[in-house]
């Protein structure tokens, strides 16, 4: 039995669970990405409410990529894509380059003033 000075306190310490203790430090992990710091502009768009729809996506793309993809190729022959990965990578490589010339030709090469226009220049300070 404990007896002494400053023992007293001891006995009003609630226990808490590793559950409880896991949860506390997820929910003050994420709710610094999403309570506070997120732009009130977006919160409405799709995805931008809250942090769980994408860790769900993204625990999905994980799921598929160690688990059920390479379960369902077991038995199976690989799959032959060389001819469509390359005619991919040309139609990427095409419209980046239509996408950098739409940017560098209709001002960011030729009227924008880079030191006349401030970044965040529109955003209203909080």
Not at 25 to 49: C, E, H, Q, V
Not at 89 to 108: E, F, I, K, S, T
Request: aromatic share 14%.
């Amino acid at each position: 039995m404990l007896s002494g000075v400053g023992v007293e306190h001891l006995t009003s310490f609630k226990r808490i669970t590793t559950a409880e203790r896991e949860e506390d430090i997820l929910s003050s992990f994420f709710g610094a990405f999403s309570d506070g710091n997120r732009d009130p502009r977006t919160s409405d768009w799709p995805l931008m409410g809250s942090v769980w729809p994408t860790l769900a996506i993204c625990a999905t793309y994980v799921f598929c990529a160690t688990w059920a993809g390479p379960a369902f190729m077991h038995n199976r022959r690989k799959f032959e894509l060389t001819g469509a990965m390359n005619a991919y990578n040309l139609v990427q490589v095409v419209g980046n380059a239509l996408l950098l010339y739409g940017y560098c030709a209709n001002g960011w090469m030729t009227t924008y003033d880079w030191r006349k226009n401030p970044c965040m220049a529109w955003q209203k300070r909080v």
